[in-house]
Structures are given as C-alpha cells and as structure tokens.
C-alpha cells in the first residue's frame, strides 16, 4: 500500500501564492511518477501537473505560466508551487502517485484551495 497526505492548502488573495506539500509513504518505487490532480465543485476531476522520478515535469496547458511542480526523491515528496492564484483556481487539490510495484494508481485525501477576489 501507499499513504500520500498533502498540506499547504488554504484560503489566500487573488494573485497570491500558495506552495503545496505531499509526502508518500509505504512501499514506493524510485520511478514512480507523482503530481497533482485537481477537482472543483461539479466539474471532472483535471489533470494539473505531473513529475517522474527523474524531475521531467508535464502541465497542463492553461497552468504551465504559472504552476511549477518538483520533487525531493530523497524525501519522497512532490510540490507545488502555485503563482498568481485566480479565483478559478479554487478547488480541492489531490495528491498523485502512480506506483510501479502495485501497477495502481493512490490518491491523496486532498487539500482545499481558495482563492478569493
């Protein structure tokens, strides 16, 4: 099994930032590619940016301006860090780990995200 639980979400001013935290734990690869996924209410649960193992990172097209997301392998940790927040951007965040050795994909509880005009 794997556990993620993130951190950093909350409530900030529209053009502010936040920087998101997750930390896996249990059985985990070296190339196990993690990210961030994010869904708001009634809408489908998006795609906004992934990272392998290696610190190759892949964003969705509407974030890549303002979204960076990294790694600490060493920690087995995945951040993001989220610029000049849009009240559009409110939503809860979830943590992605797609695990080689249990070929399945975890999910974090997820984290809220507000940004307020």
């Known amino acids: 099994q794997v556990q993620l639980v993130e951190s950093g979400g909350g409530l900030v001013q529209a053009g502010g930032s936040l920087r998101l935290t997750c930390a896996a734990s249990?059985?985990?690869?070296?190339?196990?590619?993690m990210g961030w996924y994010r869904q708001a209410p009634g809408n489908q649960r998006e795609m906004v940016a992934t990272v392998t193992s290696g610190g190759v990172p892949n964003y969705a097209d509407c974030m890549k301006d303002r979204f960076t997301i990294s790694r600490d392998n060493a920690k087995n940790t995945v951040y993001l860090q989220m610029n000049s927040l849009k009240p559009e951007d409110t939503a809860v965040y979830y943590c992605?780990?797609?695990?080689?050795?249990?070929?399945?994909?975890?999910w974090g509880q997820g984290t809220q995200v507000t940004a307020s005009s």
């Open positions: 992605y780990l797609r695990s080689m050795f249990w070929g399945r994909n975890y």
């Open positions: 249990g059985t985990i690869s070296s190339i196990d590619t």
